[in-house]
């Protein structure tokens, strides 16, 4: 399958793939996260983690929370 990743790649655990240099990679682990918006739950304790330079994909239907967990991820929010 063709893959959005121009260097070279390795399969790593899972399926996944992986540059073949990790240099300056610092993996993704997320632990029990949850955040709300008044009253509605939008993340009820979310844990995952991405293996040190593996690349991933976050699918759902829309109001699923990929965009919140994003956010969080990037700085943007704060888990309560």
């Known amino acids: 399958s063709e ?3 121009s260097g070279k ?14 240099a300056g990679v610092d ?6 996260v949850s955040k ?3 009253s509605f ?4 304790q979310i844990s995952f983690s991405v293996p040190l330079g593996c ?5 759902g239907s829309n109001g ?3 965009s919140t967990i994003l956010r969080l991820l ?4 704060r888990g309560e």
Do not use: H, Q, T
């Open 27 to 32: 993996p993704i682990e997320v632990d029990g």
């Open 74 to 77: 990037a700085g943007l929010g």
């Open 3 to 5: 893959r959005l990743y």
């Open 41 to 44: 739950l939008a993340l009820n």
């Open 55 to 59: 690349m991933a994909l976050m699918a």
């Open 9 to 22: 790649l390795s399969p790593c655990e899972g399926g996944c793939w992986r540059p073949m240099s990790n």
């Open 64 to 66: 699923a929370g990929k």
């Open 36 to 38: 709300s918006f008044g």
